[in-house]
């Protein structure tokens, strides 16, 4: 295997949490639970718990330096590759707010795993599309879903 490019760039962006943000989605959590209890689902009162308690713990974990690469067979991000023949199209979502939080969104052929987000802040976005145009097309209207953007803005 080829490696034509590669960077290193933090797993995502750590934000970091105060007090009160860990007190409110305790309560929310705690709160749907109850409700769930109260109307006798109790298997989702359980799973609301759990799941509460899993975001909790993992929200203070710092993110891992992960290594990004493009090569000759596919793009490889930290432990997972995904090969050329997998992967359907691209493009860079350029951070425009002077943040220089760039992403390359690849679209899979995957029903499970429909869009891959690559942090790539620390490269140069014209650089990545001059080796990708190579084996993919660009699709300039692929973005980052809605859900996720607010989901980053809630520091999740």
Not at 30 to 41: E, G, H, S, T, V
Not at 79 to 96: A, G, Q, R, S, V
Not at 114 to 141: C, H, R, Y
């Amino acid at each position: 295997m080829n490696v034509l490019l590669h960077w290193k760039v933090l797993e995502y962006k750590h934000r970091e949490k105060s007090t009160d943000w860990y007190w409110t989605v305790g309560l929310i959590g705690l709160c749907i639970a109850i409700a769930a209890f109260f109307f006798k689902n109790n298997l989702f009162g359980i799973l609301i718990l759990l799941s509460t308690g899993i975001l909790l713990s993992s929200a203070s974990r710092k993110p891992e330096v992960i290594i990004c690469e493009i090569s000759d067979r596919g793009v490889r991000a930290g432990k997972l590759f995904y090969p050329f023949e997998n992967l359907e199209t691209f493009n860079i979502d350029i951070d425009h707010s002077g943040n220089e939080e760039h992403q390359l969104l690849l679209k899979s052929k995957k029903l499970l795993s429909p869009l891959i987000i690559v942090p790539a802040d620390s490269i140069d976005p014209d650089m990545i599309k001059q080796f990708l145009t190579k084996k993919l097309k660009v699709e300039e209207g692929l973005s980052e879903h809605e859900a996720s953007k607010v989901m980053k803005h809630l520091g999740f």
